[in-house]
């Protein structure tokens, strides 16, 4: 008789995984019929196309909702990631600033594979982040994007600052407009608390609008209904977010 290869296992093995997670298959094309979405579920393509931007934003503030009252969802990661492991149908994108109080995924109470999400000082807009938003909107499906900044964001400080350090000069340079347009009273600089926080709202504000502008892509996807772009501020000393 002739050996088995010693390959033929494991394509075996990869095989009969396909075919049992054959709804995770990284194939954004063609027609699916919708599944309800279930809270905790791990997000398929069904699920996604279920889902509409305002049931989207829905789910995102429910989320948050059990994360600032202590109550986020039990998840089987490790089943999660095999679920996932051929393809992932995220139903949201969020935009965040990388301060370590504030991961998407534990605001919004979401697992693996819900969330597309680009993370940079200050939540600011580049074309590197539209081209990711682009392929998470058109290409992946996913159906709103949010803007999320946050209380005692040490890049929108820097900005009040005038901060000058190396590469992180020209991110804060991107924060300055919202600095120049809040008009809050007292002292312009992060000494001023109330004035930190508008900045950082207005610096939400101008990215939702930067994305809007820079992509005619995505606005032309908002104007049809196709996706929504919000902007939000999580507070890190409660847990919750505002929109």
Same mark, same amino acid.
């Given at each position: /008789?002739?050996?088995?290869?010693?390959?033929?296992?494991?394509? &075996?093995?990869?095989?009969?995984?396909?075919?049992?997670?054959?709804?995770?298959?990284?194939?954004?094309? =063609?027609?699916?019929?919708? +599944?309800?979405?279930?809270?905790?579920?791990? /997000?398929?393509?069904?699920?996604?196309?279920?889902?509409?931007?305002?049931?989207?934003?829905?789910?995102? !503030?429910?989320?948050?909702?059990?994360?600032?009252?202590?109550?986020?969802?039990?998840?089987?990661?490790?089943?999660?990631? /095999?679920? #996932?492991?051929?393809?992932?149908?995220?139903?949201?994108?969020?935009?965040?600033?990388?301060?370590?109080?504030?991961?998407? +995924?534990?605001?919004?109470?979401?697992?693996?594979?819900?969330?597309?999400?680009?993370?940079?000082?200050?939540?600011?807009?580049?074309?590197?982040?539209?081209?990711?938003?682009?392929?998470?909107?058109?290409?992946? =499906?996913?159906?709103?994007?949010?803007?999320? =900044?946050? *209380?005692?964001?040490?890049?929108?400080?820097?900005?009040?600052? &005038?901060?000058?350090?190396?590469?992180? *000069?020209?991110?804060?340079? $991107?924060?300055?407009?919202?600095?120049?347009?809040?008009?809050?009273?007292?002292?312009?600089?992060? $000494?001023?608390?109330?004035?930190?926080?508008?900045?950082?709202?207005?610096?939400?504000?101008?990215?939702?609008? !930067?994305?809007?502008?820079?992509?005619?892509?995505?606005?032309?996807? +908002?104007? !049809?209904?196709?996706? !929504?772009?919000?902007?939000?501020?999580?507070?890190?000393? #409660?847990?919750?977010?505002?929109?």
């Amino acid at each position: /008789m002739m050996k088995s290869l010693p390959f033929i296992r494991p394509i &075996a093995l990869a095989l009969t995984l396909a075919c049992s997670l054959s709804y995770a298959a990284d194939d954004h094309g =063609g027609t699916v019929k919708p +599944e309800p979405y279930a809270v905790g579920k791990t /997000m398929s393509k069904a699920i996604q196309a279920s889902i509409t931007p305002d049931a989207a934003l829905d789910i995102l !503030k429910n989320g948050n909702q059990r994360f600032a009252a202590g109550k986020s969802i039990k998840r089987n990661y490790k089943k999660q990631i /095999m679920q #996932t492991g051929l393809g992932q149908y995220p139903f949201a994108s969020v935009v965040a600033c990388i301060d370590s109080r504030s991961a998407p +995924e534990q605001v919004f109470d979401q697992g693996i594979g819900d969330l597309f999400v680009a993370r940079v000082a200050g939540n600011v807009i580049n074309s590197d982040i539209l081209g990711s938003l682009e392929y998470a909107a058109k290409a992946a =499906g996913s159906k709103v994007i949010v803007v999320l =900044g946050h *209380t005692q964001c040490g890049a929108v400080k820097g900005a009040c600052d &005038a901060v000058q350090l190396g590469n992180l *000069t020209g991110l804060l340079d $991107k924060i300055k407009p919202a600095v120049e347009a809040t008009k809050t009273s007292g002292e312009r600089s992060s $000494k001023n608390h109330e004035f930190v926080q508008d900045v950082a709202h207005e610096n939400v504000n101008n990215s939702v609008q !930067k994305i809007r502008e820079m992509s005619p892509l995505l606005k032309e996807m +908002e104007e !049809k209904g196709q996706i !929504k772009i919000v902007g939000a501020m999580y507070d890190v000393g #409660t847990g919750k977010v505002t929109w």
